[in-house]
């Protein structure tokens, strides 16, 4: 009986080490492909400057501007919603009303990104056109605005489960002091599940990041630096998808590894903050 679970054990350990190792040997290899481009002198004109590969500018900083700008405006316009839902779901709404909210968002993140693009392309694109009397409605806020439609779902099951791991002897005390819902969601709940709900929000900011789909549909794909968010911009995901390289050796196709080497760095350091606001970071007394 030991010797098997001594075995089971070392199953796990091994396949967390090799989880771990592969994950290095990701970061390893886009290193070693985009290493011709950061020798040749690349390294800081990669984050300064624009993208002209007729005049040996390989800059992935319009890219980069691109990317956080889509992420962070589409936080903006989904955290508020999310909360919202959230409080609704395990405070404020009758139990079946909260059960169905939460199952339509379970089945809100199962649906493909590519669906939330195609709708909008004909719905909220032509919409955007002609409100902002500029361009053809594909820019960073209408990009930004489905975005934070799809990051809603993975930030709202956090934020209910933040919510609901409270220990139900410090609601039950809350409700023999006469607190109102309210009350027990300012007073007890927040206070308690504040880092599960910083988690969320790094897990929600990872998502729109690393998302592909609505950014190459929605964005506008321009290389030029963004000026304002109703300017069309080219994220670094989607830069990896539409790179065409006449080679596998140019400095063009290598570009796409710095991209990806700078995604990776962003979801390692989500990923460890995560890690640490679950683990070390005490809650509210």
Request: proline residues 5%; aromatic residues 10%.
């Amino acid at each position: 009986m030991r010797a098997s679970r001594s075995l089971i054990e070392w199953f796990f350990f091994l396949s967390a080490a090799l989880c771990g190792l592969l994950t290095l040997a990701l970061f390893l290899l886009m290193f070693w492909f985009g290493l011709p481009l950061l020798g040749e002198g690349q390294t800081l004109q990669l984050f300064q400057g624009r993208w002209n590969p007729s005049q040996g500018q390989y800059s992935i900083y319009p890219m980069l501007v691109g990317s956080l700008s889509i992420a962070l405006l589409a936080m903006l316009f989904s955290l508020p919603l999310s909360l919202g839902t959230s409080f609704l779901i395990t405070t404020l709404a009758p139990k079946r009303l909260a059960g169905l909210l939460l199952d339509t968002i379970r089945l809100m993140s199962g649906i493909p990104t590519v669906i939330y693009g195609l709708v909008a392309v004909f719905l909220l694109v032509p919409i955007m056109r002609e409100s902002l009397a500029k361009g053809n409605g594909m820019c960073i806020l209408t990009a930004a605005m489905v975005l934070a439609i799809l990051i809603a779902p993975t930030m709202i099951i956090f934020f209910v489960n933040a919510l609901r791991s409270i220990p139900i002897h410090f609601i039950l005390a809350a409700d023999a002091l006469g607190a109102s819902r309210v009350d027990r969601l300012i007073h007890i709940l927040l206070p308690q599940a504040w880092p599960g709900i910083l988690t969320g929000i790094l897990m929600g900011l990872g998502r729109a990041l690393g998302d592909t789909m609505i950014s190459l549909m929605l964005a506008g794909n321009a290389l030029a630096m963004p000026q304002s968010v109703t300017d069309s911009a080219r994220t670094l995901t989607a830069h990896i998808g539409l790179v065409i390289a006449d080679d596998f050796e140019s400095l063009e196709f290598r570009s796409i590894f710095a991209c990806g080497m700078v995604l990776y760095i962003f979801t390692t350091i989500g990923a460890a903050l995560a890690r640490f606001l679950n683990q070390r970071l005490p809650t509210g007394s």
